[in-house]
């Protein structure tokens, strides 16, 4: 390996770990704030307000997933299937509560879920780079779609 190729290659496994965990922690503090300051019978009451199809299932589904799937990100366990998962998570998100309302976040609009749900989608494609728990410790064990 060429040192040019040295270095890029540790950039890309700096950046993907900065990106996961910041990605992921973001997730991760919507997720607790869900299901802990809002409640989960609170977050189903907003889903429902907001037109959410099948809040008493919806709400904890996303609660949960973005919870555990930016823990998963953070860590870089299974880190396609999570970023996939957190990725479909903000489409929906965009689709059915952000668009109406615009580009900008606050009017309500979509810019940071669909910032969010690109760089899950990046993490999806690319996986979690050297420094995750998927590279570490699964080490190819796992499919190559799920870590």
Known sequence: MTNTTAHTSAATAWGLLVLRVVVGGIFFAHGAQKIFEYTLAGTTQSFAGMGVPLPEIAAPFVAFLELIGGAML??????????????VDMVVALVLVHLPAGFWVGEGGYEFVALLGASALAIAFTGAGRFSVDRGVLRGRAPAWLA
């Open 74 to 87: 953070v860590l870089g366990l299974f880190s396609r299937l999570a970023g996939i998962l957190l990725a």
